[in-house]
């Protein structure tokens, strides 16, 4: 039973290894992970090496081939507009109920989540003020009495954390905007006032998908191993 519980563990700690290097961008797109090193790496056999690489493949954060290998896809310019458009979406619903659900001590929470940002931002810790940022769609998400809403939402956050890691890495990203746009927000939010909270939001991932893509490739340069999702065989 001990050594049962040991190799589970073991896996468990690979797939959140290998993960979190994904989500925070060490793993880059299109590097390739080989089953016979990720095994010694861990301390595995190749069984369980495979079975972590497919929950990796479900969460579409690597790719398998038989033929050609696992690799870590690569995210596009389609596939944030894709995930942003679907999450402005998303939040927009969810703001309506949060609105009316949110207590006077999770907007008091919001507001030092927003200070802590803002000081983030201006000492150049962006990373940091995207981890600040994540809380205050997290409290709204929180407050949507929406068990399904929120299950979808969550469904998005891996992709999502992998978009803000490889924009933030570059010198030319600019957190600013989405900031004063999240003040905005939470000003709607103290006043109660549901259909200024929806616009904004809608405006905000609008705006988010405008300052996200140009640091990304065209689906159309990605080869297909790398691609989150398959094309369709008629395109």
């Known amino acids: 039973m ?3 519980i040991t190799r589970a563990a073991r896996k468990r700690k690979a797939y959140e290894t290998l993960k979190e290097l994904i989500l925070s961008d060490q793993l880059k797109a299109g590097e390739a992970l080989l089953e016979n090193e990720l095994a010694a790496q861990f301390d595995l056999s190749r069984t369980p090496v495979r079975e972590i690489l497919m ?11 038989s033929y050609v290998g696992t690799y870590v896809t690569q995210i596009t310019r389609e596939d944030v507009r894709e995930i942003y458009e679907i999450r ?3 939040e927009s619903l969810a703001v309506q109920t949060a609105v009316i659900h949110i207590s006077e001590h999770e907007l008091e929470d919001l507001e030092r989540i927003f200070e802590r940002a803002s000081q983030e931002i201006e000492h150049s810790c962006t990373n940091s003020a995207v981890s600040e940022f994540r809380k205050i769609h997290d409290l709204i998400i929180a407050n949507t009495n929406n068990m399904r809403l929120q299950a979808f939402l969550r469904s998005l956050d891996n992709e999502s954390r992998r978009i803000l890691a490889i924009a933030t890495a570059s010198p030319d990203y600019d957190a600013k905007p989405g900031l004063d746009e999240k003040h905005e927000i939470l000003l709607a939010l103290r006043d109660r006032d549901a259909e200024r909270a929806v616009q904004l939001i809608v405006r905000h991932y609008k705006s988010s998908i405008h300052r996200l893509v140009r640091f990304f490739p065209d689906r159309s340069s990605v080869p297909e191993i790398l691609t989150t999702f398959a094309r369709p065989p008629f395109l």
């Open 88 to 90: 402005g979406a998303l």
């Open 2 to 4: 001990k050594t049962r």
């Open 55 to 65: 929950q990796l493949s479900h969460a579409r954060l690597v790719k398998r081939n």
